[in-house]
């Protein structure tokens, strides 16, 4: 079946260490997303990516980091200078529409993130 | 900037009942609308879509026409059942070809059904 998975579903991390959340997609699409939701605020766009070797920040990136080495892998990296990175983090792609945004993005189950 | 403002919840309503969810947005341009739903502990789903004015999205009883005029895109089903317990997330992506379809989500609407 086609989609994309997340890992792990939960993820716990001392203060000052940095994690590295897992994002995979076998739709081959070309967009990759990655979101950050806290209680009662929506989702916020951390970065994105259009295509391999290339990102762009989105509202939130700072205290994160990312790659796109292959076309369906998009880890994120939560590092130390993330001030509260207590979150559920929601990755999600998108086919390469030409001229616009008419297709829905696909989204993963999330990774929960918890800083003790 | 492109804005999406939903109606805040909780809402609580019995088995049966009809469900609206008051959804507006800002945008330059004709954007493309959606509805995404969000089960406890899981990720989000596409409930429905519209991308042109006086389009109809329609999935699972649910159902949202985009109002340009009023530039609106409510959700309503008719006889919500407990299953429908979730959060409900109006979103709206620009139509312009840099734009790379990234989504503007409102802060989301937890739907509460009881038997």
């Known amino acids: 079946d086609g989609g994309i998975t997340q890992s792990p579903k939960y993820l716990f991390r001392k203060e000052g260490q940095n994690v590295t959340l897992s994002c995979e997609q076998n739709?081959?699409?070309?967009?990759m997303y990655w979101y950050r939701q806290d209680p009662g605020q929506g989702l916020r766009l951390i970065y994105y990516?259009?295509?391999?070797?290339?990102?762009q920040k989105g509202d939130i990136a700072e205290g994160y980091s990312v790659s796109r080495e292959k076309k369906e892998s998009f880890p994120l990296t939560v590092t130390s200078a993330q001030k509260n990175p207590t979150a559920f983090y929601l990755c999600?792609?998108?086919?390469?529409?030409?001229?616009?945004?008419?297709?829905?993005?696909?989204f993963g189950p999330g990774t929960r993130l918890t800083v003790l | 900037g492109n804005s999406v403002t939903q109606m805040e919840g909780p809402v609580t309503l019995s088995e049966e009942a009809f469900l609206t969810i008051n959804c507006t947005y800002t945008?330059?341009?004709?954007?493309?609308l959606f509805w995404y739903v969000q089960y406890p502990g899981e990720g989000l789903q596409l409930l429905l879509k519209?991308?042109?004015?006086?389009d109809k999205g329609s999935n699972k009883g649910f159902e949202a026409t985009y109002r340009k005029e009023t530039t609106s895109f409510h959700l309503e089903k008719g006889s919500v059942q407990v299953s429908d317990s979730a959060v409900y997330f109006c979103?709206?992506?620009?139509?312009?070809?840099?734009?790379?379809?990234?989504?503007?989500f409102g802060a989301g609407t937890q739907v509460v059904v009881t038997p």
């Open positions: 990516s259009q295509i391999v070797n290339d990102f």
């Open positions: 945008a330059t341009g004709y954007p493309s």
């Open positions: 999600a792609s998108r086919s390469r529409p030409r001229g616009g945004g008419r297709d829905e993005q696909f």
């Open positions: 979103a709206l992506s620009a139509m312009t070809t840099d734009s790379w379809g990234k989504l503007q």
């Open positions: 739709l081959n699409h070309d967009a």
């Open positions: 519209a991308t042109k004015a006086d």
